[in-house]
C-alpha cells in the first residue's frame, strides 16, 4: 500500500519562496519517476512538475523557471522549491505516484495510482 505525505505548505507573500516535501512509502522508490499537481478553488487538477527516475525535471509552462522539483532516493523523498510565488499560483499541492514503475505521468489522470492528502498554499498580493 503506496502512501503519500505532503508538507510545507503555508501562506506567503508575492515573491516569497516555499519548499514542499513529498514522503513516499514505495519499496522501489528509486524506479518511480514522481510528480506534482495542484488544485485551485473552482478549478480542475492541474500537472506543476516531475521528476524522472534519473532526477530529470518536466514543468508547467507556468511554473518554469520559479519551481524546481527533486528527489532524494535514500530518504524516498520528493520535494518542490518554489521560488518568485505568485498569487495565482495559491492552491493545494499533489504529491502523484504513478501505478507502475519506469511511467512519466505529465496529467492528472487514471496512470496515477496514489495521491497524498495534499497541503494548502496561499500566495497573498
Known amino acids: 500500500q503506496v502512501q503519500l505525505v505532503e508538507s510545507g505548505g503555508g501562506l506567503v507573500q508575492a515573491g516569497g519562496s516555499l519548499r514542499l516535501s513529498c514522503a513516499a512509502s514505495?519499496?522501489?522508490?528509486?524506479?518511480?519517476?514522481m510528480a506534482w499537481f495542484r488544485q485551485a478553488p473552482g478549478k480542475e487538477r492541474e500537472f506543476v512538475a516531475a521528476?524522472?527516475?534519473?532526477?530529470?525535471?518536466r514543468y508547467a509552462d507556468s511554473v518554469k523557471g520559479r519551481f524546481t522539483i527533486s528527489r532524494d532516493n535514500a530518504k524516498n523523498m520528493v520535494y518542490l522549491q518554489m521560488n518568485g510565488l505568485k498569487p495565482e499560483d495559491t492552491a493545494v499541492y499533489y504529491c502523484?505516484?504513478?501505478?507502475?514503475?519506469?511511467?512519466?505521468?505529465?496529467?492528472?489522470?487514471?496512470?496515477?495510482?496514489?495521491w497524498g492528502q495534499g497541503t494548502q498554499v496561499t500566495v497573498s498580493s
Open positions: 502523484g505516484a504513478p501505478k507502475v514503475p519506469w511511467t512519466i505521468v505529465t496529467a492528472p489522470d487514471g496512470r496515477i495510482g496514489s
Open positions: 514505495i519499496r522501489t522508490f528509486s524506479n518511480y519517476a
Open positions: 521528476i524522472t527516475w534519473s532526477a530529470d525535471g
